[in-house]
């Protein structure tokens, strides 16, 4: 089945192979504190730092997911009280998974976050907890320091689940960025990233709480020996690293997906049967398509899409029914775009 589902999604084709070449070469077996293990992990945050353009001081860590990087950050890093500003079902969850120690502020899908911290003035947090891009929806927010008035020792975390590794980010406008593999990544669930800034190992010391397992400062502990606090997903690893090297520089990467994007604005702009959810051309996330349209209609699509061995992504949270999405991952090529949107005239 040929996955548009905005994560898990497409895996990468070439990946199959290098499952099977890290069965052949024993990496699946290989122990998380040993010296080809090391040279494993090192390799790829190597390719990482060169490939995404990571600034040299900010260290990179595998968890289990993004979701579990929202409650690293609470953990570890929020001081007294965390800001959470959202417009969708995933900020909405990291708020209230943060809510004993937090303030939250809901915003509309045609607010930028700009304008939502001109609206709010000074912020109280001590850690602002933005998503750059919220899957529920598909907005994408540009993220800038400069747009909030927070302290001078304030940090920021920011969720870039749903395009982390499909288009460049800002790495000096935040602290904390975190993904998950199973989307822009484009290998199978079960591991996430966290990228972290100087500042926000300041912070984790300053804090100083470790009292949890995947607490930052044994994150950073281990990174030092290049190795992990706990037994990784190796495989997970083994794949990020293959598939970086061979994969081109983000912002090629970043280009080709922009290009595949007004493959899709092009066709859409064109028929009238659904239309945008996000109006705002701006705040449309390039790496994920909501659209929204009568629910008769978009039960047809999706019945029609499945009897051609295609997925589309169903609409989430309070747009669960009136809506569907259409990932935009790097895995997805021009091809894969072209035979769903035949298929989709056909449905029409």
Same mark, same amino acid.
């Given at each position: 089945?040929?996955?548009?589902?905005?994560?898990?999604?497409?895996?990468?084709?070439?990946?199959?192979?290098?499952?099977?070449?890290?069965?052949?070469? %024993?990496?699946?077996?290989?122990?998380?504190?040993?010296?080809?293990?090391?040279?494993?992990?090192?390799?790829?945050?190597?390719?990482?730092?060169?490939?995404?353009?990571?600034?040299?001081? $900010?260290?990179? $860590?595998? !968890?289990?997911?993004?979701?579990?990087?929202?409650?690293?950050?609470?953990?570890?890093? !929020?001081?007294? @009280?965390?800001?959470?500003? $959202?417009?969708?079902?995933?900020?909405?969850?990291?708020? *209230?998974?943060?809510?004993?120690?937090?303030?939250?502020?809901? /915003? #509309?899908?045609? *607010?930028?976050?700009?304008? !939502?911290?001109?609206?709010?003035?000074?912020?109280?947090?001590?850690?602002?907890?933005?998503?750059?891009?919220?899957?529920?929806? %598909?907005?994408? *927010?540009?993220?800038?320091?400069?747009? /909030?008035?927070?302290?001078?020792?304030?940090?920021?975390?920011?969720? =870039?689940?749903?395009?982390?590794?499909?288009?460049?980010?800002?790495?000096?406008?935040?602290?904390?960025?975190?993904?998950?593999?199973?989307?822009?990544?484009?290998?199978?669930?079960?591991?996430?990233?966290?990228?972290?800034?100087?500042?926000?190992?300041?912070?984790?010391?300053?804090?100083?709480?470790?009292?949890?397992?995947?607490?930052?400062?044994?994150?950073?502990?281990?990174?030092?020996?290049?190795?992990? *606090?706990? #037994?990784?997903?190796?495989?997970?690893?083994?794949?990020?690293?293959?598939?970086?090297? &061979?994969?081109?520089?983000?912002?090629?990467?970043?280009?080709?997906?922009?290009?595949?994007?007004?493959?899709? #604005?092009?066709?859409?702009?064109?028929?009238?049967?659904?239309?945008?959810?996000?109006?705002?051309?701006?705040?449309?996330?390039?790496?994920?398509?909501?659209? @929204?349209?009568?629910?008769? @209609?978009?039960?047809?699509?999706?019945?029609?899409? &499945? =009897?051609?061995?295609?997925?589309?992504? @169903? %609409?989430?949270?309070?747009?669960?029914?009136?809506?569907?999405?259409? =990932?935009? /991952?790097?895995?997805?090529? !021009?091809?894969?775009?072209?035979?769903?949107?035949?298929?989709?005239?056909?449905?029409?």
């Amino acid at each position: 089945m040929l996955s548009f589902y905005p994560g898990p999604s497409k895996v990468h084709p070439e990946a199959l192979g290098y499952i099977q070449e890290a069965f052949e070469q %024993g990496i699946v077996s290989i122990n998380h504190r040993s010296e080809r293990f090391e040279k494993l992990l090192e390799a790829t945050f190597q390719e990482l730092h060169n490939k995404w353009n990571i600034p040299a001081d $900010y260290t990179i $860590y595998f !968890v289990s997911s993004a979701t579990e990087a929202w409650e690293i950050v609470t953990q570890s890093l !929020v001081r007294k @009280k965390s800001t959470h500003l $959202y417009n969708g079902a995933f900020g909405k969850k990291w708020a *209230q998974y943060a809510k004993a120690t937090s303030e939250s502020f809901e /915003f #509309t899908l045609e *607010q930028s976050l700009a304008e !939502v911290g001109q609206q709010l003035g000074p912020i109280e947090g001590d850690t602002l907890c933005l998503v750059q891009s919220e899957t529920s929806n %598909g907005t994408g *927010q540009q993220i800038r320091r400069s747009d /909030f008035q927070l302290a001078d020792d304030a940090i920021i975390a920011v969720d =870039a689940t749903s395009s982390m590794g499909g288009i460049e980010l800002p790495w000096l406008e935040a602290d904390v960025w975190l993904a998950s593999v199973q989307k822009c990544l484009g290998i199978p669930a079960g591991m996430g990233l966290m990228i972290c800034s100087p500042k926000a190992l300041a912070r984790a010391k300053e804090v100083g709480r470790a009292t949890h397992y995947n607490d930052v400062l044994f994150l950073e502990e281990n990174r030092r020996l290049f190795q992990t *606090q706990m #037994t990784p997903n190796v495989l997970g690893i083994y794949l990020v690293n293959r598939l970086t090297k &061979q994969l081109p520089s983000l912002s090629e990467t970043h280009r080709a997906t922009l290009a595949k994007m007004k493959i899709w #604005t092009d066709f859409f702009d064109q028929q009238s049967e659904f239309s945008y959810l996000i109006q705002r051309e701006d705040l449309r996330l390039p790496t994920v398509l909501a659209l @929204k349209g009568p629910i008769e @209609k978009i039960q047809a699509l999706h019945a029609h899409c &499945q =009897a051609a061995d295609i997925e589309l992504g @169903k %609409g989430y949270g309070e747009w669960k029914n009136s809506s569907f999405r259409i =990932a935009n /991952f790097p895995a997805h090529t !021009v091809e894969d775009i072209e035979t769903l949107i035949k298929t989709i005239r056909h449905a029409l």
